[in-house]
């Protein structure tokens, strides 16, 4: 059973940039697609990302192309979440969640999440 850690989150300025991170632990992370997904207070739980495990694939959501950039060091087991141009409606909770499978954009598909990380980003 792996285990998801993430950090990088924070406080930002609209149009700035922040780097997410998801650290595994208890397994290799190899074996798993892993998703990025978000939640703002009083909302759903959003898809932002997704990338297979060999990235070969990868899936945004359509407020995240073009800005995120969602890559993957099996060897260092992490994956990562580059954020970039910036807007206060990115303000929330990002997750990382992993699935044994492949990636999809459906929260309920994985099976491993991390605690999450605040990002704030102000106007």
């Known amino acids: 059973q792996v285990q998801l850690v993430e950090s990088g989150g924070g406080l930002v300025q609209a149009g700035g940039s922040l780097s997410l991170s998801c650290a595994a632990s208890?397994?290799?992370?190899?074996?798993?697609?892993v998703g990025w997904f978000r939640q703002a207070p009083g909302k759903e739980r959003d898809f932002v990302a997704a990338i297979s495990w060999n990235a070969r694939t990868t899936d945004y959501s359509d407020s995240a192309k073009g800005r995120f950039t969602v890559s993957r060091n099996n060897a260092k087991n992490m994956v990562y979440l580059q954020m970039n141009n910036l807007k206060p409606e990115d303000t929330a909770v990002y997750y990382c969640a992993a699935v044994s499978g492949v990636p999809k954009s459906t929260p309920a598909w994985y099976d491993y999440w991390g605690q999450g990380t605040q990002v704030t980003v102000s106007s």
């Open positions: 208890g397994g290799s992370i190899t074996a798993y697609a």
